[in-house]
């Protein structure tokens, strides 16, 4: 274009050159009357656009989307909520629901000004709705407003898109969409979320589960080694208590609990010869008397049962239930300490006596 133009600079000076001189000054201040209006034109332009920037300067910070229905391409009451710095009686407030129109955008359905309602925070500002018009080919859905009454200071705006039936409708698909306020002097945006699309659903797997396990023995006379606990009651005459403890512990998630239960494979003995079971109900386990049996300490979490209630209580040759819990129970903390006791009178015979005591849990699902 550069070329052209000279191009054609140098045909008219050159016309000039065998015309009149008075040719030539006309054509200079035609040229001179050219270039102001260019500078003037400018100047506009510039001018313009740095207005535009200013007007946009300050920002609305916090402005906050709800929406009564998220459900994509339902009817939804749009409500926007926004905080003005500085706005003036007859100043517009335009808002705009969704950020392009190339995309999923706000149907209109049949709302009309009516439909819309913008209140104050209490210090007397008034609105009035001038229009709202359906998206275009190069605007989203719009709601025109103007500020009739305005107070002092800043104002929190609540404006309402939409009343009972006619609400506008939701995008088609699931998204955050922007939603922008533009006043005279401010300007922001929030997201309005359609379809919960700024949900994050997790899930997980959890299994039925049952554990037990013996731990914490006294670590004299019962001891723990690869998982195995031992009770050696050690020596008992007929002026002592052999005894020897440790802990049950029983986790499930089982929504009615767990059942715990003892079995023995035969009384304690050594051949023919047996140190007798406790009597159920007759006390405690007493020095010099031929007796053996357990005494079950149980948390708050559990349940004694049956014979195991009482101070003392021999051991079945079961399984027999000695505790029960009615609801889920952590393995952790929840313990029921079993200590095992053994008296003799001057009649048992001096041997080793030795037994299996066996413990179950059933959880009951």
């Known amino acids: 274009m550069k070329n052209k133009i000279n191009k054609k600079i140098k045909v008219d000076f050159s016309i000039v050159k065998t015309g009149t001189l008075k040719r030539g000054r006309v054509f200079n201040a035609f040229k001179k009357t050219v270039a102001i209006f260019s500078l003037i034109a400018l100047t506009f332009v510039w001018s313009g656009i740095y207005q535009i920037q200013t007007v946009k300067a300050a920002g609305l910070d916090d402005v906050a989307i709800t929406l009564s229905v998220e459900t994509v391409s339902a009817a939804s009451q749009v409500t926007v909520v926004f905080t003005f710095g500085t706005l003036g009686n007859g100043d517009s407030i335009d808002i705009y629901l969704g950020e392009d129109t ?27 709705i001038d229009s709202v018009a359906a998206a275009t080919a190069s605007l989203p859905l719009k709601v025109g407003i103007t500020a009739t009454t305005v107070g002092a200071g800043a104002a929190v705006v609540t404006c309402l898109v939409g009343d009972g039936t006619p609400n506008p409708t939701n995008p088609a698909a699931a998204d955050g969409y922007s939603v922008t306020v533009v006043t005279t002097s401010d300007s922001g945006a929030g997201i309005a979320y359609v379809g919960n699309a700024n949900d994050v659903t997790v899930s997980v797997d959890v299994l039925p589960n049952l554990s037990l396990t013996i731990d914490n023995p006294d670590a004299t006379n019962c001891t723990l080694a690869s998982g195995v606990t031992t009770c050696n009651l050690g020596t008992v005459l007929t002026t002592t208590i052999a005894t020897g403890n440790y802990d049950v512990n029983v986790g499930t998630n089982a929504a009615n609990g767990a059942t715990l239960q003892i079995a023995e494979d035969g009384n304690l003995r050594n051949g023919g010869n047996s140190i007798t079971d406790f009597v159920e109900d007759s006390g405690t386990i007493t020095a010099g008397t031929d007796e053996y049996g357990i005494t079950v300490a149980a948390d708050a ?21 000695v505790a029960t819990t009615s609801a889920p129970i952590d393995i952790a903390g929840n313990d029921i300490t079993i200590t095992h006791q053994v008296a003799i009178d001057s009649t048992v015979v001096g041997l080793t006596y030795s037994h299996i005591v066996t413990w179950t849990a059933t959880a009951n699902f």
């Open 301 to 321: 979490a559990w349940t004694k049962a049956g014979i195991y209630t009482d101070d003392a209580s021999p051991i079945a040759t079961g399984p027999v239930t």
């Open 102 to 128: 190339g995309g999923d955008q706000w149907g209109l359905n049949s709302v009309t000004t009516a439909d819309i309602s913008c209140d104050d925070d209490g210090t007397g500002e008034t609105y009035t």
